[in-house]
């Protein structure tokens, strides 16, 4: 049972491009979220996508958007991207019930230079 | 808004002593959830243990026990007789319904052999 993939691994961006993160939810699950983590803290919640729609967002401006496909795959874009904007951006997956254990992927190194 | 608030940047124990880490969360809801996960060097985000806040009863998983006091809204994770595999971040979270995670800033934990 293959758990959250994500690609690609590695990354490195010129300041001002645009980026494409791609992200595949466990076997089952319909719910899949994105999160950015910086070096030395803890993850922030960027969006929430179900049923190809955005559900719910963190305080990332519109620079960030996303995308869920009916196999529930996501797509997260960043466009304009900014020397800050360099993290590890997690995806995370789920089933759309109260309390239900999140899973997460590897991850995507971004830097940003 | 919900937080999460881990006192305790860094921390380092003997190999098979136990230690709690410490967790405290602010939050006007009665009914959520509660995670703890381990971020090892490789950093995917692994779940450790999940506390229901509706449950009285504190959470087991083989050496990993919590500690869940509600009415002070502490969450601590006690690990018992730690092994070099378990040195890594700890990041507590939080979640109410299928909404996002609310992570703190991690305890960055060290096992000595």
């Known amino acids: ?113 | 808004a919900q937080t999460v608030t881990q006192s305790q940047p860094e921390m380092s124990v003997q190999e098979a002593e136990t230690v709690t880490l410490s967790c405290t969360y602010d939050t006007s809801e009665n009914n959520y959830y509660l995670f703890w996960y381990k971020q090892p060097p490789s950093r995917q985000m692994i779940l450790v243990i999940r506390q229901e806040a509706y449950k009285q009863q504190n959470a087991t998983e083989n050496r990993f026990s919590v500690n869940f006091q509600k009415a002070a809204k502490s969450f601590s994770l006690k690990i018992s007789d730690s092994q070099l595999g378990d040195t890594a971040m700890y990041f507590c979270a939080f979640r109410i319904g299928n909404e996002k995670l609310t992570f703190g800033t991690g305890t960055r934990l060290t096992i000595i052999p």
């Open chain 1, 1 to 113: 049972d293959a758990g959250v993939t994500q690609s690609p691994t590695h990354l490195i961006k010129t300041r001002g491009q645009q980026v494409t993160l791609r992200c595949s939810p466990k076997s089952g699950h319909d719910t899949v979220s994105w999160y950015q983590q910086a070096l030395g803290q803890g993850p922030q919640f960027i969006f929430q996508y179900y049923e190809e729609e955005e559900r719910q967002r963190g305080n990332f401006p519109d620079r960030f958007s996303g995308h869920q496909f009916p196999n529930y795959s996501s797509e997260l874009n960043v466009n304009a991207l900014l020397l800050g904007d360099s993290a590890l951006y997690l995806c995370a997956s789920s089933l759309l019930i109260s309390g239900n254990t999140i899973y997460f992927g590897e991850g995507s190194w971004l830097t940003v230079v």
